[in-house]
T-cell receptor
Framework: DAKTTQPNSMESNEEEPVHLPCNHS???????IHWYRQLPSQGPEYVIH???SNVNNRMASLAIAEDRKSSTLILHRATLRDAAVYYC???????????FGTGTRLTVIP | GAVVSQHPSRVICKSGTSVKIECRSL??????MFWYRQFPKQSLMLMAT?????????EQGVEKDKFLINHASLTLSTLTVTSAHPEDSSFYIC????????????FGPGTRLTVL
């Protein structure tokens, strides 16, 4: 499984955009890139996923580098409810088990 | 959206007793469910994959005789921590992989186990 490197923590002011980076330089050509987040004392929740193209949904945007060795999760306007640990997880096509790394703890400042 | 529940949400037990944790998919069927363990300030660690109608697949280092998994129906998986000890105290989280081409897993709210 591809290893990931994420900053341990990041801070953002409320209502400002947040860019959460993830390095996954050992990703294979068919691995998807999933992002999940975990709010305090809760189970994780799905945020977004992609393969090669940038992706947008109601929660966030995912920008994937052309060489696929890194990706960036973009929260367009951080709210206090976005304070969580964000995990980027490469997943093999057809596989459904998730291996969580250490993630990035996002703090949103009012 | 798809909902996964866990019961109980928290449990305190004495050392040496067994504890059963239930994971249910409330509005969808799941052939496959997963069990994770999370220690304080650490990430989730995948313990095992629970397969409906067959034996669970355990990750390396997870004792299958200590953590018994039963997936008797398409909406229920149970994890039994046998002869629990204080070092088993942790946050146990399940997830379910819905049938039908979903690209995400749905996680339960977790069960906090404290072994005295």
């Amino acid at each position: 499984d591809a290893k990931t490197t994420q900053p341990n923590s990041m801070e953002s002011n409320e209502e400002e955009p947040v860019h959460l980076p993830c390095n996954h330089s050992t990703i294979s050509g068919t691995d998807y890139i999933h992002w999940y987040r975990q709010l305090p004392s809760q189970g994780p929740e799905y945020v977004i996923h992609g393969l090669t193209s940038n992706v947008n949904n109601r929660m966030a945007s995912l920008a994937i580098a052309e060489d696929r060795k890194s990706s960036t999760l973009i929260l367009h306007r951080a709210t206090l409810r976005d304070a969580a640990v964000y995990y980027c997880i490469p997943t093999k096509t057809g596989a459904n088990n998730l291996f969580f790394g250490t993630g990035t703890r996002l703090t949103v400042i009012p | 959206g798809a909902v996964v529940s866990q019961h109980p949400s928290r449990v305190i037990c004495k050392s040496g007793t067994s504890v059963k944790i239930e994971c249910r998919s409330l509005d969808f069927q799941a052939t496959t469910m997963f069990w994770y363990r999370q220690f304080p300030k650490q990430s989730l660690m995948l313990m095992a994959t629970s397969n409906e109608g067959s034996k669970a697949t355990y990750e390396q280092g997870v004792e299958k005789d200590k953590f018994l998994i039963n997936h008797a129906s398409l909406t229920l998986s149970t994890l039994t921590v046998t002869s629990a000890h204080p070092e088993d105290s942790s946050f146990y989280i399940c997830s379910a992989d819905p049938e039908g081409g979903y690209n995400e897993q749905f996680f339960g709210p977790g069960t906090r186990l404290t072994v005295l």
